[in-house]
Nanobody, 128 residues
Framework: QVQLVESGGGLVQAGGSLRLSCAASGLTLNSYAMGWFRQAPGKEREFVAAISRSGGITNYADLVKGRFTISRDDAKNAVYLQMNSLKPEDTAVYYC?????????????????????WGQGTQVTVSS
């Protein structure tokens, strides 16, 4: 059974940092591209960052570029999202996702439909 479990969320002041982790089990992580998405109250789930199977390609939403960094450690079956210079508008539930199709073409990695498996999310709240 595939499981993705996010951790590391919490309450932080604007300008602070958090590091989210996604622990994967039941799958061979290096067979999957990985993504982070987020969903704020009343809004649709949106793309945050993605990393290819090899880790050689990373992509970010414009809103987080330069502040967030996605990385992976296949030996630990884990993916991370380092979030710096956090803003109140970063407040959301953050989800990690694993997908075999995410880097098949174009900007498919930005689409939730490119991912096969999802975690249950971790809450990030940034106070002003």
């Amino acid at each position: 059974q595939v499981q993705l479990v996010e951790s590391g969320g919490g309450l932080v002041q604007a300008g602070g940092s958090l590091r989210l982790s996604c622990a994967a089990s039941g799958l061979t992580l290096n067979s999957y591209a990985m993504g982070w998405f987020r969903q704020a109250p009343g809004k649709e789930r949106e793309f945050v960052a993605a990393i290819s199977r090899s880790g050689g390609i990373t992509n970010y939403a414009d809103l987080v570029k330069g502040r967030f960094t996605i990385s992976r450690d296949d030996a630990k079956n884990a993916v991370y999202l380092q979030m710096n210079s956090l803003k109140p508008e970063d407040t959301a539930v953050y989800y990690c996702a694993a997908g075999t199709r995410a880097y098949w073409s174009g900007t498919l990695y930005r689409s939730w439909a490119a991912y096969n498996y999802w975690g249950q999310g971790t809450q990030v709240t940034v106070s002003s």
